[in-house]
């Protein structure tokens, strides 16, 4: 998914910078991909929920997080994009990481 993500900023987003951080907070590993490209074509947080339903964001990695039972979080503006994945180490993810990691 990191890879993934490395790549639609370097194809898409226009941007100059891109943070990647992995890391572990409570049962979860947590991936925080933060750049300051233009954004996604939708801006504004969406959950995953809203992304599968809505048909937005990257397709293949929302299925992926899906198919983990993990979280992932889309906050796009026309001055950048943050995506927060979290996958449960064991089982299923904690109900909400955000707040969690470091803020933008």
């Known amino acids: 998914m990191a890879e993934e993500g490395i790549t639609n ?4 987003s226009k941007a100059s910078a891109l943070t990647v951080r992995l890391g572990s ?3 979860n590993w947590v991936l925080v991909m933060v ?3 233009i954004g996604f074509e939708f ?3 969406w959950s995953l929920e809203k992304l599968m339903s809505s048909g937005q964001g990257p397709c293949v990695m929302k299925e992926r997080v899906q198919s983990l039972r ?6 796009s ?3 950048g994009a943050r995506i927060e994945i979290s996958i449960p ?3 299923k993810c904690d109900e909400s990481i ?5 803020a933008r």
């Open 9 to 12: 900023v370097h194809r898409h």
């Open 89 to 91: 180490k064991h089982g």
């Open 70 to 75: 993990g979280n992932l979080m889309i906050e």
């Open 98 to 102: 955000s707040g969690k990691t470091e």
């Open 35 to 37: 750049d300051n490209g």
């Open 43 to 45: 801006h504004g947080v």
């Open 77 to 79: 503006t026309p001055t």
């Open 25 to 27: 907070v409570g049962n």
